[in-house]
């Protein structure tokens, strides 16, 4: 019933493009999710899995405002947490894989492009139409279309961004936090007999191997949307193994224990990254979606670091001997 196979995916597909979310405990961020992605799409495919919070009704709420548009279904398989030994060596056809479980979502889309949706991915819902637009109009099948997101996190000042690899876009050497980028993890794409999600024998993750399609020449780096993993309380890793020989356990105790040397304000990104924020009024757009928040030193510069660690020191000095 909940095992699948390229089989079950419908050669029946529709112009357009379906999104297809994968949830559990998304509560927090999930109708910003909605707002930024429903527009843009033609058809929105959501399963979840394992809540404990509000997620099946907010998604039900949502289905009931689109319901010509959003079908939302429950997968209830258990799926192995991904860090796991089990969750890396397991068949990416058994129903406990987190691989099967994309799949699941996958098989139940009905149009020609697809592209895999977080519910934690927050961003101008014109921005992401515009380029929806421009994917149906030119994308080809030999073609993938990536997007980005920039990884933000709240500290106590104000939110910053993860910058574990030294303002570098992609992963360098030895995977110790999450990059500063989504490194195209959401790519719009047509689907062929190779577009299935795989297992990443280290991690247990899900993979798309989207390399035998060329990049689109229109596509860019352009950041689309905020991914906000770094707002939740467990900084996005509660679907994550934590116990034995762990393959994420030191991610997990990094981003649980951020410190000031593995952060990066968001203008200092920009600065590093200019082609990532072409067109992209970050501090405006930020503060239309997080009112209630603040970037951390709008004006800081990367040259600072020093003084903001040192900063960050001296306050915690001050404490202790002022008590």
């Known amino acids: 019933m909940w095992s699948v196979s390229k089989s079950d995916l419908s050669n029946d597909r529709k112009p357009g493009i379906s999104g297809f979310m994968r949830l559990r405990n998304e509560a927090m961020l999930l109708n910003e ?18 809540c404990q919070d509000s997620t099946p009704q907010i998604c039900e709420a949502w289905q009931k405002r689109y319901p010509g548009k959003i079908r939302v279904f429950e997968y209830e398989p258990e799926v192995l947490p991904v860090g796991s030994t089990d ?3 397991i068949d990416p056809r058994d129903e406990n894989s987190l691989a099967n479980y994309y799949n699941y979502a996958l098989c139940k889309t009905n149009h020609e492009i697809v592209i895999k949706i ?9 921005r992401f139409s515009t380029v929806c637009n421009r994917v149906r109009r030119t994308l080809k099948v030999d073609q993938r279309w990536p997007i980005f997101g920039i990884n933000v996190t709240d500290t106590n000042d104000g939110v910053a961004v993860y910058n574990f690899y030294n303002y570098a876009p992609k992963f360098v050497g030895k995977r110790i936090g999450p990059p500063p980028f989504t490194s195209g993890d959401q790519s719009f794409f047509r689907l062929d007999n190779k577009t299935w999600h795989t ?4 991690y ?21 949307f905020f991914h906000c993993k770094g707002f939740k309380d467990d900084h996005g890793t509660g679907s994550w193994s934590t116990s034995g020989e762990s393959s994420r ?15 990066a304000t968001l203008p200092a990104m920009v600065e ?3 082609s990532y924020f072409a067109g992209f009024p970050y501090a405006k757009e930020f ?6 928040r603040r970037l951390l030193d709008e004006g800081y510069h990367p040259k600072q670091a020093p003084l903001l660690i040192q900063s960050a020191k001296n306050t915690l000095i001050d404490f202790f001997t002022s008590t």
Do not use: Q
């Open 33 to 50: 999710a909605f707002e930024t992605h429903i527009d843009g799409v033609d058809e929105l495919v959501v399963v979840y899995n394992n």
């Open 87 to 89: 969750a890396a060596g």
């Open 118 to 126: 977080d519910g934690d991915h927050i961003g101008s819902p014109a």
């Open 199 to 202: 297992t990443d024998p280290v």
């Open 204 to 224: 247990g993750y899900e993979k798309m191997p989207l390399s035998h399609k060329k990049r689109a020449r229109a596509a860019h780096d352009t950041v689309l």
């Open 249 to 263: 356990k030191d991610w997990i105790d990094n981003v649980s224990n951020i410190s000031w040397e593995n952060l």
């Open 272 to 274: 590093r990254n200019p």
């Open 287 to 292: 503060s239309a979606l997080f009112p209630n």
